[in-house]
């Protein structure tokens, strides 16, 4: 899609492209990074990753090994909400620290500025390296620790002797990650004002929204699909050496210590860190004039002052809803015959050609979604596709494919092969496999795929501010417009918006989880097995 967009992209102006060549091709990208405006925005884009990744996993080691390596009453519960901002769209994640920054913490002078970026950043990010790390660390064998420190180490010491190298993996793979999530954090930017120079993916859309200059749009889509390629190799190599070092400590000794005050106090303050933003998104939303009331609530049926028309924001859930209930439909309908197939054991070519079509589909999920946006923009704009109800479920799709693909993959994986073998030397057909085997695991990870693929649908913004039409806007989308517009009437419609799509997605979630815990019923044959 970009490779047709910066080749083409006079044709979406209407404009003969034949004679361009190759020289305006190298000239294009010649002038964009002669532009010292553009080193300031790469800039400011990798040193706000780089400070969220650092911060995210300063703060994430102590709160993973008291999370879980330590025993104390109401843990479960601690994980699960230091779990919350990771399944929150960026849209609710930036709109409740602007209302912290501008609320509460105004005394700090920190609304409006990258500071305030980084710190939304580590909100958002710092649980994948309490997870990862976490995970790991519960496996390592202690006794390697112990006998450093009986033998004269101070705790210190043996920690950074012992304990760390055994980590390293993991808190490699989790920072990869993090900076990944960090570098395409385009909701978290927009909706806290797009600070100092803003970033690469705020420049795409400026260029291709504000000034249509889809040339140096498309210049910058690909240098942002370069960084995070990379992100995206380093991550998974780092990952594959996290699954090996779990599999060396997984039959080790785990003992689990009681916790003591000062691990306890450095992750409640973790738990603080998440809970305060998300309290003063609530209470503001209820906040009108000084006084605690529903009024910012029954405005949601108006578009908001300063402008006429518009959607508003009721119209917008219903369109969300219905636009994520398709995008869903079409993701499952994909990811499960590539579920399937990637699930079996071939042979060794066939092996590779699976490897090659699961990095394949893993790549949206690495990839910016203003990418995906732009992507299907100047590729379908010009299209009767371009015009479609189709074109946002679809992008939305490509976005949470890889998600469903992932949750179904370990289950259907779980499956013996020799229960298929089994079933065909009996003389079961190809379908009577499928429906007798394969389904019954299928339908144990399909209601997490489906919320999953629901919730990122839901509050999915990147792709969706390219795409979607004026008159068919999402809630997102409607949240963000409102931002943008002066007035406490429109910042207290915002407010009160994304507590309503922070609910949702979160309900969301949690009936995938509820159904992905009910006991689904197994093949005939394994009970046998």
Not at 404 to 425: K, S, Y
């Amino acid at each position: 899609m970009l490779a047709r967009g910066f080749l083409g992209l006079d044709a979406v102006a209407g404009t003969d492209v034949t004679s361009a060549g190759q020289t305006g091709v190298w000239s294009g990208f010649f002038a964009v990074f002669a532009d010292s405006h553009t080193w300031k925005i790469i800039w400011q884009t990798l040193w706000m990753a780089f400070a969220g990744t650092v911060l995210s996993v300063i703060l994430g080691i102590p709160s993973a090994y008291t999370l879980y390596c330590l025993d104390f009453p109401g843990r479960r519960l601690l994980r699960g909400i230091i779990a919350i901002p990771f399944v929150l769209p960026t849209v609710v994640v930036g709109i409740a620290f602007r209302s912290l920054l501008e609320g509460p913490l105004s005394f700090l002078g920190l609304a409006n500025s990258t500071s305030a970026v980084v710190m939304a950043m580590v909100f958002f990010n710092f649980s994948v390296i309490v997870r990862t790390v976490g995970t790991m660390w519960s496996g390592i064998d202690r006794r390697t620790a112990e006998a450093a420190r009986t033998l004269g180490a101070s705790p210190m010491r043996a920690f950074l002797s012992v304990t760390l190298p055994q980590l390293a993996p993991a808190i490699a793979a989790g920072a990869g990650l993090v900076f990944l999530y960090c570098s395409t954090a385009y909701g978290i930017v927009t909706t806290l004002g797009n600070p100092g120079y803003g970033t690469i993916e705020m420049e795409i859309y400026l260029q291709t929204v504000t000034f249509f200059n889809l040339d140096r749009a498309a210049i910058l889509s690909i240098l942002q699909f370069v960084i995070v390629v990379f992100a995206l190799l380093v991550t998974t190599t780092l990952t594959k050496k996290t699954e090996v070092a779990l599999r060396v400590s997984k039959d080790s000794s785990r003992p689990v210590k009681k916790a003591d005050a000062g691990a306890l106090v450095a992750t409640f303050a973790s738990v603080a860190f998440i809970a305060t933003p998300l309290a003063t998104l609530a209470i503001r939303s209820l906040r009108v004039n000084g006084e605690f009331s529903l009024e910012n609530y029954r405005r949601l049926q108006t578009p908001g002052t300063g402008f006429t028309g518009g959607t508003t924001v009721f119209e917008g859930i219903s369109h969300s809803v219905k636009i994520a209930t398709d995008a869903t439909l079409i993701a499952l309908v994909v990811a499960i015959p590539l579920a399937l197939v990637l699930s079996r054991r071939v042979n060794e070519l066939a092996a590779r050609f699976q490897q090659l079509l699961d990095g394949f589909v893993l790549l949206p999920l690495g990839i910016s979604t203003v990418t995906v946006g732009f992507g299907f923009l100047i590729t379908f704009g010009p299209t009767a596709f371009g015009r479609s109800p189709l074109l946002v479920p679809v992008a939305q799709a490509v976005v949470a494919l890889p998600l469903a693909v992932r949750v179904l993959l370990p289950v259907l994986r779980a499956i013996d092969p020799r229960l298929r073998e089994a079933a065909a030397t009996l003389g079961a057909s190809p379908a009577q496999i499928l429906r007798t085997i394969d389904m019954p695991f299928l339908l144990r990870g399909l209601g997490l795929a489906t919320g999953f693929s629901f919730a990122v649908s839901l509050g999915e913004f990147g792709a969706t501010s390219f795409l979607a039409d004026p008159a068919y806007q999402t809630l997102p989308v409607v949240i963000v417009k409102l931002l943008s517009r002066p007035g406490e009437y429109n910042y207290g419609m915002a407010l009160a918006g994304a507590v309503i799509l922070a609910v949702a997605t979160a309900s969301a979630m949690i009936a995938a989880e509820m159904l992905s815990m009910r006991r689904q019923p197994v093949p005939l044959v394994e009970r046998k097995a």
